[in-house]
């Protein structure tokens, strides 16, 4: 029995145009049920044609009904009516060194345009500094000695054993690699004093903000443990208490435990100083993600104009003029967000981009815009309008009834693609 699927098979590679990496087509039931019925009025006036439906005619149709749909689909998104109206968009600060802000992956329509942040206090941990001991002399006899310290409700003990010659800052240096080691929390260092030629530990909390449960991050208790030499090393001093950080959003006041706050799980804000005076943050073009998008409508563009250009028949030359007429009639404005039109009627992308002046050009409410939607639509809905043909009647002008086997020639063309 002959394998149908075969012949199937070599007549899609052969008449179906080549495609590249293609967005997904998501059409409501009362889009379509738009198309058809338009396409149906349009047929009432239409005359009935004769023409040959060959390969290389059908590959053109088709190639001409894809491209529009592209053209208008990447123009779409660059006019954020996409699925994701922020998704050419980025969030800038207007002091970087007081407010820093990013826009997430999961952005959130529900934000305002413009942010005001004052920032009053920064979140901050626990740090205690110890006394300065001259560095090159030794305040412990050989021996060894602990040191305790509570962190939240676990207790650390640690070990130290002080060798002959062994100098203060060599204390505290051994001590502090040891708390680092352990990963307990809490962060040591030193803190030199040339001057005087003393030197300190210091001990820091890794959390910031202030804790649930009490003032602080890490104490101090030496009546458990022998030859401890918390008091030696001074380091139960606090220096700086955890504190929340305390900012102003649109002159609301609001407090957080980091530094690093959400809004609306849209923006991403990092509170890196104190402030005076609000930082503005909003909303702009994203040049690198518009010049990507514009990449993609340049190519669904262009692939039109090689369309009309490789045609070999007359209705290439009424492609040609409909495709570059879109750009032609705004060349004005296309130029000012840093496009260019050359002498075949390409697009293509100049030296630098304006993101602002390619939001105006793809404004929902642009002519560019709305000049495009209306070439695009003609085209999708007709692609048969470009090929040559014969008219064989003309319709009757003083009926409505719609002639039936127009709409049924085309509405192959509907379902060339399959997922």
């Given at each position: 029995m002959l394998n149908l699927n075969h012949v199937y098979n070599y007549y899609n590679t052969q008449i179906a145009p080549p495609r590249g990496p293609a967005?997904?087509?998501?059409?409501?039931?009362?889009?379509?049920?738009t198309v058809y019925n338009n396409m149906v009025k349009q047929n009432q006036n239409s005359p009935f044609y004769k023409f040959t439906f060959s390969d290389a005619n059908q590959a053109y149709a088709i190639g001409i009904k894809e491209a529009a749909l592209s053209l208008e689909m990447e123009s779409k998104l660059l006019s954020g009516q996409g699925d994701d109206p922020k998704e050419h968009l980025k969030a800038v600060s207007d002091n970087e060194n007081v407010v820093f802000a990013n826009l997430n992956d999961t952005s959130s329509t529900d934000l305002p345009d413009n942010i005001a942040i004052k920032v009053d206090t920064l979140a901050k941990g626990q740090t205690n500094v110890g006394s300065y001991l001259p560095s090159g002399e030794s305040s412990l006899p050989t021996g060894e000695y602990s040191f305790g310290i509570a962190v939240g409700r676990n207790q650390y003990t640690f070990r130290l054993k002080v060798n002959e010659g062994d100098t203060n800052q060599q204390i505290q240096r051994n001590l502090a690699a040891s708390i680092?080691?352990?990963?307990?929390?809490?962060?040591?260092?030193?803190?030199?004093?040339?001057?005087?030629?003393?030197?300190?530990?210091?001990?820091?909390?890794?959390?910031?903000?202030?804790?649930?449960?009490?003032?602080?991050?890490?104490?101090?208790?030496?009546?458990?443990?022998?030859?401890?030499i918390t008091s030696v090393l001074g380091v139960d001093q606090v220096e700086t208490a955890p504190s929340n950080a305390e900012f102003y959003i649109n002159d609301t006041l609001h407090t957080s435990i980091s530094n690093r706050i959400s809004l609306n799980h849209s923006v991403d804000i990092d509170l890196l100083a104190v402030s005076d005076k609000p930082v503005h943050v909003r909303l702009v073009?994203?040049?690198?993600?518009?010049?990507?998008?514009?990449?993609?409508f340049l190519n669904s563009y262009n692939q039109l104009v090689d369309i009309a250009r490789s045609g070999n028949q007359k209705g290439s030359t009424k492609l040609f003029r409909d495709v570059t007429g879109m750009a032609n009639r705004h060349r004005a404005a296309i130029e000012s967000a840093g496009l260019t039109i050359n002498e075949d009627g390409y697009l293509a992308q100049g030296d630098e981009i304006v993101p602002d002046k390619v939001q105006e050009l793809f404004d929902e409410d642009s002519s560019f815009r709305k000049d495009i939607k209306r070439t695009t639509d003609k085209m999708t809905l007709n692609p048969l309008h470009y090929i040559d043909k014969v008219v064989v009647t003309y319709p009757n002008t003083n009926g409505t009834y719609p002639n039936p086997y127009y709409p049924s020639k085309y509405s192959g063309l509907l379902f060339n693609d399959y997922s």
């Open positions: 967005r997904p087509q998501a059409n409501k039931r009362n889009d379509l049920k680092n080691e352990n990963n307990i929390g809490v962060k040591a260092s030193i803190r030199n004093n040339r001057m005087e030629g003393s030197s300190a530990l210091v001990l820091r909390s890794e959390a910031i903000g202030k804790p649930n449960n009490n003032d602080l991050y890490f104490q101090f208790d030496e009546a458990y443990l022998e030859d401890d073009p994203d040049e690198t993600k518009v010049a990507d998008q514009l990449k993609d």
